[in-house]
């Protein structure tokens, strides 16, 4: 079993930056990780992911803005989010892939215009 657990979500005004942090329980060869997102009333979204080698991949409408990283010696994801646009207002989820998929709880990121 991975537990995952977020953190850095929170109030930003438009053209501010968060970072969000996840952090993985310790097991070794987690696969792809990264982060979805729901905003109310829509589905939940695939934001970005990143793979154990360091490979990424980003949504069209964060490209350029988002960047993700990852700490494997640590089992930690990292999402830095720059140019926020109250679109990007959403609860944020980390997920793993390892066996199976696995999601944290999700954290809140509101953007004020």
């Known amino acids: 079993q991975v537990h995952l657990v977020e953190s850095g979500g929170g109030l930003v005004q438009a053209g501010g930056s968060l970072r969000l942090s996840c952090a993985a329980s310790a097991i070794v060869s987690i696969g792809v990780m990264g982060w979805f997102r729901q905003a109310p009333g829509k589905e939940r979204e695939w934001v970005a992911g990143?793979?154990?080698?360091?490979?990424?991949t980003y949504a069209a409408s964060v490209k350029g803005r988002f960047t993700i990283s990852r700490d494997n010696a640590k089992n930690m994801v990292y999402l830095q989010m720059n140019s926020l646009k109250p679109g990007d207002t959403a609860v944020y989820y980390c997920?793993?892939?390892?066996?199976?998929?696995?999601w944290g709880q999700g954290t809140q990121v509101t953007v004020s215009s």
């Open positions: 997920y793993a892939d390892y066996q199976t998929r696995w």
């Open positions: 990143i793979t154990s080698f360091g490979s990424l």
